[in-house]
């Protein structure tokens, strides 16, 4: 069996970064017993929800709807009571400050209001997602030296390297706090903690011998000692 003359192994690269940005998923719904008067509520609905954004300075390139839905709806016994018309809209926020006061404007427009995703984000995220991806080619690198290493080897030339994992921006948790509304009676405490950007890469490399020298040179010959030719 052949020996095998390559080494493979997985490197991880993180960067964690304060987030700067923050997107959320604001659903407005409302019941009616026949579909056009639901449809006719929320769309009045998610009017009166754009001029919220607007008074708020979030222009309409920071919003996008994500979901429009009309289900029927039941009661405990089964009988068909009306319609459920539903519109999410995902907005982004790129100042911190802008929570708040844009979940305090959005809470006089009743119950029919629901926040279902809250994400943090940074306006330097490419920039971080390098910086984790050249950690992970490093973590890669070193692992294969120390494998080699181990058995007498070192690496040589790189014949394979991929990316497992695209760049991800995940919420780490550490326990800071940020004030999101500071006027009025109601204030909100939110906890942004840190984005983490994470990488992983598969590199393969030759193996050589640690003195066999550089691939495809031949080692030079020291002087015969005296009395030889």
């Given at each position: ?135 992970a080619v ?19 030339q790189v ?65 015969a000692p005296?009395?030889?030719?």
């Open positions: 069996m052949k020996a095998r003359t390559w080494v493979e192994t997985v490197g991880v690269g993180r960067r964690s970064a304060e987030p700067d940005g923050l997107e959320l998923l604001l659903e407005m719904s409302c019941r009616e017993a026949k579909v056009a008067d639901a449809l006719s509520r929320l769309a009045a609905a998610t009017g009166r929800l754009a001029t919220v954004f607007e008074s708020q300075g979030i222009p309409a390139s920071d919003r996008r709807t994500r979901a429009l839905n009309v289900d029927p709806w039941h009661g405990r016994s089964g009988e068909l009571l009306g319609h459920l018309a539903r519109r999410a809209t995902l907005v982004r926020l790129r100042e911190l400050d802008q929570v708040g006061r844009l979940l305090i404007a959005a809470g006089d427009l009743g119950d029919g209001l629901q926040i279902s995703q809250l994400h943090w984000t940074s306006s330097r995220a490419p920039e971080y997602r390098v910086e984790a991806r050249q950690l490093r973590d890669a690198l070193a692992r294969a030296s120390q494998m080699a290493g181990a058995a007498g080897l070192v690496p040589g014949v394979r390297l991929e990316e497992l994992q695209d760049s991800g921006g995940f919420t780490v948790h550490r326990g800071q706090r940020f004030l999101a509304a500071s006027a009025g009676p109601a204030q909100l405490e939110l906890e942004p903690g840190e984005l983490e950007y994470t990488v992983q890469v598969r590199l393969r490399c030759r193996l050589r011998q640690a003195d066999s020298g550089a691939p495809g040179r031949r080692r030079r010959r020291g002087p005296p009395g030889r030719r």
